[in-house]
T-cell receptor
Protein backbone atom coordinates (compact mmCIF):
# COMPACT_ATOMS: atom_id res chain seq x y z
CA UNK A 1 0.00 0.00 0.00
CA UNK A 2 1.09 3.52 -0.73
CA UNK A 3 1.89 5.95 2.06
CA UNK A 4 2.52 9.69 2.03
CA UNK A 5 4.45 11.47 4.76
CA UNK A 6 4.62 15.18 5.48
CA UNK A 7 7.14 15.71 8.22
CA UNK A 8 6.34 19.37 8.97
CA UNK A 9 3.05 19.72 10.86
CA UNK A 10 3.33 23.51 10.95
CA UNK A 11 5.39 26.20 9.25
CA UNK A 12 5.39 29.95 9.48
CA UNK A 13 7.14 32.53 7.28
CA UNK A 14 6.99 36.23 6.59
CA UNK A 15 5.17 37.62 3.62
CA UNK A 16 7.30 37.70 0.43
CA UNK A 17 9.62 34.96 1.67
CA UNK A 18 10.10 31.63 -0.05
CA UNK A 19 8.98 28.49 1.75
CA UNK A 20 9.40 24.80 0.95
CA UNK A 21 7.04 22.10 2.16
CA UNK A 22 8.35 18.54 2.27
CA UNK A 23 6.64 15.36 1.18
CA UNK A 24 7.88 11.81 0.81
CA UNK A 25 5.96 8.79 -0.36
CA UNK A 26 6.33 5.08 -0.66
CA UNK A 27 5.16 3.01 -3.61
CA UNK A 28 6.26 0.11 -5.72
CA UNK A 29 4.59 1.51 -8.83
CA UNK A 30 6.44 3.22 -11.65
CA UNK A 31 3.67 5.42 -13.02
CA UNK A 32 1.51 7.56 -10.79
CA UNK A 33 0.42 11.12 -10.06
CA UNK A 34 1.40 13.42 -7.24
CA UNK A 35 -0.58 16.44 -6.12
CA UNK A 36 -0.40 19.32 -3.74
CA UNK A 37 -3.78 20.48 -2.49
CA UNK A 38 -4.45 23.65 -0.53
CA UNK A 39 -7.22 23.94 2.04
CA UNK A 40 -7.63 27.53 3.28
CA UNK A 41 -9.43 28.31 6.52
CA UNK A 42 -12.71 28.45 4.55
CA UNK A 43 -12.12 24.72 4.03
CA UNK A 44 -12.62 24.21 0.27
CA UNK A 45 -9.81 22.03 -1.01
CA UNK A 46 -8.26 23.23 -4.27
CA UNK A 47 -5.52 21.84 -6.43
CA UNK A 48 -2.24 23.74 -6.35
CA UNK A 49 -0.07 21.67 -8.65
CA UNK A 50 0.15 18.23 -10.24
CA UNK A 51 3.09 16.08 -11.34
CA UNK A 52 3.01 12.99 -13.52
CA UNK A 53 5.71 10.54 -12.45
CA UNK A 54 6.74 9.77 -16.03
CA UNK A 55 7.64 13.42 -16.61
CA UNK A 56 11.15 14.37 -15.57
CA UNK A 57 10.48 18.09 -15.73
CA UNK A 58 9.29 19.62 -12.50
CA UNK A 59 5.83 21.16 -12.65
CA UNK A 60 5.39 24.88 -12.09
CA UNK A 61 2.30 27.05 -11.64
CA UNK A 62 3.15 30.72 -11.27
CA UNK A 63 4.66 31.10 -7.78
CA UNK A 64 4.34 27.39 -7.03
CA UNK A 65 6.86 24.81 -8.15
CA UNK A 66 7.80 21.31 -7.15
CA UNK A 67 11.06 19.44 -6.74
CA UNK A 68 10.23 15.90 -7.82
CA UNK A 69 12.91 13.35 -7.04
CA UNK A 70 11.54 10.03 -8.23
CA UNK A 71 14.40 7.85 -7.03
CA UNK A 72 14.26 9.40 -3.60
CA UNK A 73 10.42 9.36 -3.63
CA UNK A 74 10.36 12.99 -2.66
CA UNK A 75 7.93 15.67 -3.82
CA UNK A 76 8.45 19.07 -2.19
CA UNK A 77 6.47 22.23 -2.88
CA UNK A 78 8.16 25.61 -3.13
CA UNK A 79 6.12 28.77 -2.75
CA UNK A 80 7.94 31.87 -3.92
CA UNK A 81 7.06 35.44 -2.91
CA UNK A 82 4.58 34.12 -0.36
CA UNK A 83 1.34 36.04 0.13
CA UNK A 84 -1.11 36.29 3.01
CA UNK A 85 -3.61 34.34 0.91
CA UNK A 86 -1.25 31.37 0.88
CA UNK A 87 -2.11 30.73 4.53
CA UNK A 88 -3.73 27.31 4.51
CA UNK A 89 -3.35 23.62 5.21
CA UNK A 90 -1.36 21.96 2.44
CA UNK A 91 -1.81 18.29 1.65
CA UNK A 92 0.49 16.20 -0.47
CA UNK A 93 -1.34 13.36 -2.22
CA UNK A 94 -0.55 10.30 -4.32
CA UNK A 95 -2.72 8.61 -6.89
CA UNK A 96 -2.13 5.48 -8.92
CA UNK A 97 -2.77 5.51 -12.66
CA UNK A 98 -4.09 1.97 -12.76
CA UNK A 99 -7.18 0.77 -10.97
CA UNK A 100 -9.30 2.84 -8.62
CA UNK A 101 -8.31 6.48 -8.73
CA UNK A 102 -8.09 7.09 -5.03
CA UNK A 103 -6.03 9.79 -3.42
CA UNK A 104 -3.70 8.90 -0.58
CA UNK A 105 -3.13 12.02 1.49
CA UNK A 106 -0.29 13.01 3.75
CA UNK A 107 -1.04 14.35 7.21
CA UNK A 108 -0.87 17.95 6.05
CA UNK A 109 1.27 21.00 6.81
CA UNK A 110 -0.33 24.06 8.29
CA UNK A 111 1.34 27.08 6.67
CA UNK A 112 0.96 30.56 8.10
CA UNK A 113 2.14 33.63 6.21
CA UNK A 114 2.75 36.53 8.56
CA UNK A 115 2.46 40.18 7.47
CA UNK B 1 -19.07 27.94 -13.58
CA UNK B 2 -18.87 24.19 -13.34
CA UNK B 3 -18.63 23.16 -9.75
CA UNK B 4 -19.29 20.77 -6.89
CA UNK B 5 -22.06 21.89 -4.55
CA UNK B 6 -22.78 20.54 -1.11
CA UNK B 7 -25.88 21.11 0.95
CA UNK B 8 -26.31 22.01 3.65
CA UNK B 9 -23.05 23.69 4.60
CA UNK B 10 -23.79 23.14 8.28
CA UNK B 11 -25.90 20.34 9.72
CA UNK B 12 -26.79 19.75 13.35
CA UNK B 13 -28.35 16.47 14.33
CA UNK B 14 -29.05 14.58 17.50
CA UNK B 15 -27.32 11.43 18.61
CA UNK B 16 -28.92 8.52 16.75
CA UNK B 17 -31.09 10.65 14.45
CA UNK B 18 -30.54 9.81 10.76
CA UNK B 19 -29.10 12.52 8.58
CA UNK B 20 -28.54 12.92 4.83
CA UNK B 21 -25.93 15.10 3.21
CA UNK B 22 -26.19 16.10 -0.42
CA UNK B 23 -23.67 16.64 -3.19
CA UNK B 24 -24.29 17.75 -6.75
CA UNK B 25 -21.94 18.47 -9.62
CA UNK B 26 -22.14 20.27 -12.94
CA UNK B 27 -18.83 18.84 -14.20
CA UNK B 28 -20.39 15.66 -15.63
CA UNK B 29 -17.67 13.59 -14.00
CA UNK B 30 -17.99 9.81 -13.80
CA UNK B 31 -16.56 9.44 -10.32
CA UNK B 32 -17.90 10.90 -7.08
CA UNK B 33 -16.21 10.51 -3.71
CA UNK B 34 -17.20 11.04 -0.09
CA UNK B 35 -14.55 11.90 2.48
CA UNK B 36 -14.71 12.41 6.22
CA UNK B 37 -12.32 15.01 7.61
CA UNK B 38 -11.83 15.58 11.30
CA UNK B 39 -10.14 18.64 12.69
CA UNK B 40 -6.53 19.11 11.53
CA UNK B 41 -6.49 15.71 9.85
CA UNK B 42 -6.28 14.56 6.26
CA UNK B 43 -9.51 13.61 4.50
CA UNK B 44 -10.41 9.94 4.90
CA UNK B 45 -12.13 8.28 1.96
CA UNK B 46 -15.41 6.62 2.91
CA UNK B 47 -16.53 5.38 -0.52
CA UNK B 48 -16.76 6.34 -4.15
CA UNK B 49 -18.95 5.75 -7.17
CA UNK B 50 -17.65 5.01 -10.63
CA UNK B 51 -20.82 5.78 -12.56
CA UNK B 52 -23.34 3.58 -10.73
CA UNK B 53 -20.77 1.18 -9.33
CA UNK B 54 -20.42 1.64 -5.58
CA UNK B 55 -17.00 1.08 -3.98
CA UNK B 56 -16.84 0.96 -0.21
CA UNK B 57 -13.61 1.35 1.73
CA UNK B 58 -12.88 -1.63 3.95
CA UNK B 59 -12.86 0.40 7.16
CA UNK B 60 -15.98 2.49 6.49
CA UNK B 61 -18.54 1.76 9.23
CA UNK B 62 -21.87 0.22 8.22
CA UNK B 63 -23.50 3.31 9.70
CA UNK B 64 -22.51 5.18 6.53
CA UNK B 65 -24.42 4.57 3.32
CA UNK B 66 -24.53 6.32 -0.03
CA UNK B 67 -26.84 6.73 -2.99
CA UNK B 68 -26.20 8.05 -6.47
CA UNK B 69 -29.53 8.36 -8.30
CA UNK B 70 -27.97 9.99 -11.37
CA UNK B 71 -24.68 11.40 -12.66
CA UNK B 72 -25.17 14.76 -11.00
CA UNK B 73 -26.21 13.84 -7.48
CA UNK B 74 -24.77 11.78 -4.67
CA UNK B 75 -26.00 11.45 -1.09
CA UNK B 76 -24.35 10.42 2.14
CA UNK B 77 -26.68 8.84 4.68
CA UNK B 78 -25.62 8.41 8.28
CA UNK B 79 -28.13 6.02 9.80
CA UNK B 80 -27.43 6.53 13.49
CA UNK B 81 -24.92 9.33 14.04
CA UNK B 82 -22.68 9.05 17.04
CA UNK B 83 -20.60 11.75 18.67
CA UNK B 84 -17.56 10.39 16.83
CA UNK B 85 -19.20 11.12 13.49
CA UNK B 86 -19.00 14.86 14.02
CA UNK B 87 -16.72 16.04 11.23
CA UNK B 88 -16.48 17.86 7.93
CA UNK B 89 -17.79 15.76 5.06
CA UNK B 90 -16.27 16.49 1.68
CA UNK B 91 -17.61 15.48 -1.69
CA UNK B 92 -15.29 15.32 -4.68
CA UNK B 93 -15.55 14.39 -8.35
CA UNK B 94 -13.15 13.37 -11.08
CA UNK B 95 -13.01 12.11 -14.64
CA UNK B 96 -11.90 8.58 -15.24
CA UNK B 97 -9.80 9.06 -18.32
CA UNK B 98 -7.39 10.61 -18.38
CA UNK B 99 -6.79 10.12 -14.66
CA UNK B 100 -6.95 13.53 -13.22
CA UNK B 101 -7.36 15.76 -10.24
CA UNK B 102 -10.31 15.57 -7.92
CA UNK B 103 -12.53 18.62 -7.60
CA UNK B 104 -13.80 19.21 -4.10
CA UNK B 105 -16.97 20.78 -2.79
CA UNK B 106 -16.96 23.21 0.14
CA UNK B 107 -17.96 20.52 2.61
CA UNK B 108 -20.74 20.01 5.13
CA UNK B 109 -19.84 20.43 8.77
CA UNK B 110 -21.82 17.95 10.84
CA UNK B 111 -22.42 18.51 14.53
CA UNK B 112 -23.89 15.72 16.64
CA UNK B 113 -25.53 16.73 19.91
Amino acid sequence: AQTVTQSQPEMSVQEAETVTLSCTYDTSENNYYLFWYKQPPSRQMILVIRQEAYKQQNATENRFSVNFQKAAKSFSLKISDSQLGDTAMYFCAFMTIQGAQKLVFGQGTRLTINP
Amino acid sequence: DAMVIQNPRYQVTQFGKPVTLSCSQTLNHNVMYWYQQKSSQAPKLLFHYYDKDFNNEADTPDNFQSRRPNTSFCFLDIRSPGLGDAAMYLCATSRVYPANEQFFGPGTRLTVL
